[in-house]
C-alpha cells in the first residue's frame, strides 16, 4: 500500500490562501492524480494553436506561454519546498514572486512544445520526488513565504495550482 493512501491535509498544513488550490483536488491518491494530471496536461499543452500561445485575455495579463511556465517554475519551487522539509532542513524558505519571475522570463520566445516538454520532466521529476517519500517524511512541517506548510501539503498545493491555472486557460483564453 502506499503512504500517499487516504493522505489528505488538513487547513493546518498550509497557509490559507491555498486552501481554494487545495479544496479542487479530488480525494484520492495524490501520485495517481499527480501522473494523470500529467499526462492530460501535456496534451492540453501541445493542442494550443500557435497563434493562440501569445494570447492574452487583457492588457497586462500573461500570455498562455507565460502561464505555462509559471506552472513549471512554481512546481519547481514547490517540490523544492517539500525536499527540503523532508529532510529537515531547519532554514526557513523565501518566498517566490511570480510576477519577477514571469518578468524575466523568455517563454514568449519559446514553442509550445518545448514547454510541454519541460511541464513533463519537471512532473516526472515531482512524482519520483513524492512517491519514494515514507509516511514520516510526508508529515514533517517546515517554513515557506513565512508560512507553515507539511511535505503532504505540497503535493496538493502542486496538484490544485495546475489544476486552476488550466481552468482559466480554458475558460479565458481559448
Do not use: C
Not at 38 to 58: Q, V
Not at 71 to 77: A, D, F, G, N, S
Not at 99 to 116: F, G, P, Q
Amino acid at each position: 500500500m502506499s503512504v500517499w493512501e487516504n493522505e489528505y491535509p488538513t487547513g493546518s498544513e498550509y497557509a490559507h490562501y491555498y486552501a481554494d488550490y487545495v479544496a479542487h483536488v479530488p480525494k484520492a491518491n495524490i501520485i495517481e492524480t499527480l501522473k494523470a494530471q500529467m499526462h492530460d496536461t501535456y496534451t492540453f499543452i501541445n493542442s494550443i494553436p500557435g497563434d493562440k500561445a501569445y494570447h492574452s485575455y487583457e492588457k497586462g495579463k500573461w500570455t498562455i506561454k507565460q502561464i505555462i511556465g509559471h506552472l513549471i517554475e512554481t512546481e519547481r519551487v514547490f517540490s523544492y519546498r517539500a525536499l527540503a522539509f523532508s529532510r529537515r532542513d531547519p532554514n526557513p524558505l523565501p518566498s517566490m514572486d511570480q510576477d519577477e519571475y514571469v518578468k524575466y522570463s523568455n517563454y514568449n520566445s519559446r514553442t509550445i512544445n518545448n514547454l510541454a516538454n519541460e511541464f513533463l520532466a519537471v512532473r516526472i521529476s515531482t512524482i519520483h520526488l513524492f512517491q519514494n517519500m515514507t509516511k514520516e517524511m510526508i508529515s514533517l512541517k517546515g517554513t515557506a513565504s513565512n508560512a507553515e506548510f507539511t511535505v503532504r501539503s505540497l503535493a496538493f498545493i502542486i496538484a490544485g495550482h495546475e489544476l486552476h491555472h488550466m481552468q482559466v486557460i480554458q475558460q479565458k483564453y481559448l
